[in-house]
């Protein structure tokens, strides 16, 4: 079965400081791969996605980035955290064809910048 | 564009009564699928239901229950009997021929014992 992992679960970071959120999946290849932010409130904001390796699609011009370095592995970073980019940042995962299978998401990470 | 409106914000019901969630979507694509989505306190948002834009059939599947009307653009969602474990927020979620999903901003539902 497929499984997905997102860490750290939890994570409080000072301005200015880096970020690196890694999500891997488990038991499927070539899996379309997101990352959404939630901030204080509950709106979804879809922020990257990735049909395959090395191909990032950026939905939101931000400090942030992503990487996909392997098949089923998906990375967010920041060279330098903003008080606006707290929130709560999930990954997830679909089949190749978007438009016919549901996401599945990562249990999350709670990002806090002070 | 695409574009998935969630109008109610926050919902209170009693235990046992029933509530209905609404979403509204909107989208020029002519093949497109419908999700529902439920996020305990826990964070990790957890699938209920599909639709394909072609099948406007209703769908109940326990105490849940969907209707989907093209006609108005919206899939609205339904909890009969609510109980405490239903209390989440609610995501109603719109794709289509690319390969974004659009969610709308959700819909807090607390029920009451």
């Known amino acids: 079965s497929q499984t997905i992992h997102q860490w750290p679960a939890t994570l409080v970071q000072p301005v200015g400081s880096p970020l690196s959120l890694e999500c891997t999946v488990e038991?499927?290849?070539?899996?379309?791969l997101y990352w959404y932010r939630q901030a204080a409130g509950r709106g979804l904001q879809l922020l990257f996605y990735?049909?395959?390796?090395?191909?990032i699609s950026s939905e939101v011009p931000q400090n942030l980035s992503a990487s996909r370095p392997q098949d089923r592995q998906f990375i967010l970073s920041s060279k330098k955290l903003l008080l606006s980019d707290s929130g709560f940042y999930l990954c997830?995962?679909?089949?190749?064809?978007?438009?016919?299978?549901?996401?599945?998401f990562g249990e999350g990470s709670r990002l806090t910048v002070l | 564009a695409q574009k998935v409106t969630q109008a109610q914000t926050e919902i209170s019901v009693v235990e046992k009564e029933d509530v209905t969630l609404d979403c509204v979507y909107e989208?020029?694509?002519?093949?497109?699928?419908l999700f529902w989505y439920k996020q305990p306190p826990s964070g990790e948002l957890v699938f209920l239901i599909r639709r394909n834009s072609f099948d406007e059939q209703n769908e109940i599947s326990g105490r849940y229950s969907w209707n989907f009307q093209k006609s108005t653009s919206s899939f609205n969602f339904t909890i009969t009997a609510s109980q405490v474990v239903d209390s989440a927020v609610y995501f109603c979620a719109l794709t289509g021929t690319g390969n974004q999903f659009y969610f709308g901003t959700g819909t807090s539902l607390t029920v009451i014992p």
């Open positions: 990735s049909v395959g390796i090395g191909q």
């Open positions: 997830a995962w679909c089949t190749g064809t978007a438009n016919t299978g549901e996401l599945f």
């Open positions: 989208t020029r694509d002519t093949t497109y699928y």
């Open positions: 038991g499927t290849s070539n899996p379309n």
